[in-house]
């Protein structure tokens, strides 16, 4: 089995291009680190309203179970491809912050980076209700700092530690995108 690691900042359609993939090709997986987070918090947390604000004993709790999930999928499921979906860096309280340790990268066969212009994030996050975060991140062009740190990082990692990589530059269409992705994948 392959795995290979797809990132990007948030609102690049990840989710939603591992999933077409993998509805289109019997043996490819996807799975979606943030919103397996969040569905277990649903369901394992009493009054779960938002990842963010859970204590420490309830992130372990949940961090724990998608582990455990992971796990399960990787020892058991029969396919010839994992995309896994996560963020290398996330934006919260105004701040790029990392979230994901370099050597955990040789885990992963392939690194797909998903990328889109500032202005189609924006449109996005906006489409989220959450149109205060767009005008700060505007504002303040954290869109396009945030997203060319995950581009230096993304260089960084598949050159120090020799891994094969494809950077996708997601415009409006997700079908281009799938495609695209899926002749990197030699699907």
């Given amino acids: 089995m392959k795995k290979i690691f797809v990132w990007g900042v948030q609102w690049?359609?990840?989710?939603?291009?591992?999933k077409k993939i993998s509805t289109r090709n019997e043996n490819v997986w996807s799975f979606s680190?943030?919103?397996?987070?969040?569905?277990?918090?649903?369901?394992e947390i009493s009054n779960y309203t938002n990842f963010d604000w859970l204590s420490g004993q309830?992130?372990?709790?949940?961090?724990?179970?998608?582990k455990e999930q992971l796990?399960?999928?990787?020892?058991?499921?029969?396919?010839?491809?994992?995309?896994?979906d996560n963020h290398y860096t996330i934006f919260r309280e105004w701040k790029i912050m990392?979230?994901?340790a370099d050597k955990n990268i040789l885990f992963y066969d392939k690194l797909l980076l998903i990328s889109a212009k500032k202005e189609l994030i924006a449109n996005r996050i906006a489409k989220d209700f959450q149109k205060e975060r767009v005008s700060i991140a505007s504002k303040e062009d954290f869109l396009e700092i945030h997203q060319n740190?995950?581009?230096?990082?993304?260089?960084?990692?598949?050159?120090?530690?020799?891994?094969e990589f494809?950077?996708?530059?997601?415009?409006?269409?997700?079908?281009?995108s799938v495609s695209k992705i899926e002749s990197f994948m030699k699907l």
């Avoid at 680190?33 to 369901?43: M, S």
């Avoid at 796990?71 to 896994?84: A, G, M, R, V």
């Avoid at 740190?149 to 891994?163: A, G, M, T």
């Fill in 149 to 163: 740190k995950e581009l230096e990082r993304f260089h960084f990692l598949s050159h120090k530690y020799s891994i």
């Fill in 98 to 100: 990392d979230t994901f």
């Fill in 71 to 84: 796990n399960e999928i990787l020892n058991k499921k029969n396919f010839e491809l994992l995309l896994f």
């Fill in 33 to 43: 680190y943030w919103w397996r987070l969040v569905e277990v918090a649903k369901k």
């Fill in 166 to 176: 494809l950077e996708v530059f997601n415009n409006w269409s997700l079908i281009e």
């Fill in 12 to 18: 690049v359609w990840k989710s939603s291009i591992i």
């Fill in 58 to 66: 309830q992130r372990e709790i949940v961090l724990n179970i998608v």
